[in-house]
């Protein structure tokens, strides 16, 4: 009965913490973690076995999102979160695909550690309060005061136009046809006059390490990436909403997510490290019940 609920929970805590760390490898270890620690629990003395195991991930994750601060100050060039193979079905929970979006969870990276876990699970999970202060070991007050000002940091910067799913499924599509038949102009018309590019290759595969900006040098770096020889681009499904997957030879190469305003693109963003690839095989389970 034990091991059933850590099963019954175990896409909640695995979507608790990807939210917290924006890496599914880092997720999947803090999960494996949370297992041993509730393993080595009396499970008698547990009332509620949901709130229990949030808060042991919770504060693995935190730990391991400390320990990660370092690596990412390190990092060679931008560093994006890893992408995730989701269904379409994700979309039906409109916050969860929100909170698990590229452009949200990029956000989520210009918060503390504190802030951030106070964010996700006040603001996507709707964690009592006092839930969440057993699990940071902070008042009730105190948590209260934090999600207000990690509310307001990530309402600064978060996209501002609310893009429905046929509204992102048609920038996608007038993205990758243009990228894909090299047609310059049918790209220039989708993308904003202050469009920018974000790259992430980790030193690992070829990537801008800084931002591209403006529409007509985005334009050109993707019409130069597009004539790569056996270059292949689809439609796919990341984080819960349409995006773009490039394979070069028959592998996967990049992800592509993208951010829409007015029916145009103000934002790309491609994950090309290969390490943060390895998710794409298999739709990821997420949820937040």
């Known amino acids: 009965m034990n091991e059933d609920a850590f099963a019954d929970h175990r896409n909640l805590l695995f979507t608790v ?59 060679v060039g931008e560093w994006l979160p890893e ?33 951030r876990a106070v964010f996700v699970l006040r603001e996507v999970f709707e964690t009592p309060y006092d839930e969440i202060g057993e699990a940071l070991d902070k008042s009730p007050a105190a948590v209260r005061q934090i999600a207000h000002r990690a509310r307001d940091h990530v309402a600064a910067r978060r996209p501002r136009v609310p893009v429905s799913t046929t509204e992102q499924q048609e920038a996608v599509d007038r993205l990758l046809a243009p990228v894909l038949h090299g047609d310059l102009q049918g790209l220039l018309d989708v993308l904003a006059a202050d469009v920018v590019v974000i790259a992430d290759g980790g030193g690992f595969a070829a990537a801008a390490c800084r931002p591209i900006e403006g529409a007509e040098r985005v334009a050109a770096f993707l019409m130069l ?31 592509v997510s993208l951010v829409v305003e007015n029916g145009r693109i103000t934002r790309v963003y491609a994950i090309r490290n290969p390490h943060k690839l390895a998710w794409l095989d298999g739709v990821a389970p997420l949820t937040r019940t």
Not at 91 to 109: G, H
Not at 227 to 254: C, H, M, Q, Y
């Open 225 to 255: 990436a597009s004539r790569t020889a056996d270059f292949e681009v689809k439609a796919v499904w990341l984080n819960g909403s349409p995006a773009g997957r490039i394979d070069i030879g028959g592998e996967l190469n990049t992800a």
């Open 17 to 75: 913490a990807y939210e917290m760390l924006g890496s599914a490898s880092d997720a999947e270890d803090v999960v494996q973690e949370t297992w041993l620690r509730w393993a080595d629990v009396d499970h008698a003395t547990v009332r509620d076995h949901r709130a229990y195991l949030v808060r042991i991930v919770t504060r693995q994750a935190l730990n391991r999102l400390r320990s990660l601060a370092r690596r990412r100050e390190d990092y």
């Open 83 to 115: 992408p995730l193979m989701t269904s379409p079905d994700v979309v039906d929970d409109v916050e969860l695909a929100e909170s698990v979006s590229i452009a949200m969870l990029t956000v989520l990276e210009t918060l503390g550690p504190t802030e």
